[in-house]
């Protein structure tokens, strides 16, 4: 079976690094993704809707990069969540807490009636 590990870093270079721990590991080139210049604002949080917006990427580096690694066992698995953690991924569940800020909500729960 195989799954799928999937970190988000803040800087395209932790992005590189955490590539390089992992061909360094040993884990093939084949099994690593990296998509770069992806925004990673803090301010943003997605519950799973689309939603509209004319904002531009950001120019001031705020952009990061999102390393996918291919795995087919168990301890593939956590020697690439090590691998990305020491990195300084991103960690998913505190990022999405943070309460997403909406100046123009397309849904406003204190309508309802």
Known sequence: MSQSVIAIFETNAEAQKA???LLSSGFDISQIDVTYNVDVEEDRSTDGQQT???EQ?????SQGSIVTVHVVNNPELLNATT???DCGAIDVNE??????VDNDPLFD???IS
């Open 109 to 111: 729960p204190g309508n």
């Open 19 to 21: 590539r390089h721990a």
């Open 83 to 85: 691998i990305l953690e």
């Open 95 to 100: 990022f999405s807490a943070k309460p997403a």
């Open 52 to 54: 509209a917006t004319t």
């Open 57 to 61: 990427p950001a120019q001031d580096g």
